[in-house]
């Protein structure tokens, strides 16, 4: 099998790159359309904004939309936010890719942000959270989705107020917490998300 860390050039790839390598993963960082085309997964990591994440991949944009019932797309933090259709960071709309209804929006006013460490992630049926033990997670952001679909929130988190912390649709997924960064139970996820693609 063959990975794709998609890179938009907003942070260090590294982690999550090394994650997926120490599980005997082919994993490149590319943005590259022979790569996205010959990738059994895509995943778009989770450091920098929403704006500039979308200015890097706007040419793109059309091939990662044609091909998404095509691949495994697994979005890490800021890459769960880009799935869906707009997000209000950087005091403008800025338009995702819109693989998933709904909105990216700030978390409320009473909480520190970003909300950033450790934090347990309540359990909705998620398949990436299979043989998990203890559901905690790094976490590292001020932003938050907000599903149009319910049923697709596979796992929540409480800070402030609760929020979808894992999402699951199809062959999509998305992880509001950075498992590369979240010790054993992180490799878990991670394994659960290659054993889905390998299917």
Known sequence: MK?????????????ITNAFRKEGI???????????????????P???SFPAAMKKIKDIKKILIEIKKEKYFLGVCLGLQLFFENS?????LTQGLGFLEGRVDELP?????PHMGWNKVNDKGSILLEDVDFSYFYFAHSYIVFPKDKEIIRGSTYY????????EKDNIFGTQFHPEKSGRDGRKV???????VRG
Do not use: H, W
Not at 109 to 113: F, G, S
Not at 160 to 167: N, T
């Open 3 to 15: 990975f794709t860390i998609l890179d938009y050039s907003v942070g260090n790839l590294f982690s």
């Open 26 to 44: 082919d994993t490149v960082i590319s943005s590259s359309i022979r790569d996205l085309y010959e990738s059994d997964a895509i995943i778009l």
């Open 46 to 48: 989770g450091v920098g």
């Open 88 to 92: 209000t960071e950087g005091r403008t």
């Open 109 to 113: 006013d009473n909480v520190k942000k």
């Open 160 to 167: 402030g107020v609760e929020f979808p912390s894992i999402i």
């Open 190 to 196: 991670i394994k659960n998300f290659i054993r889905k």
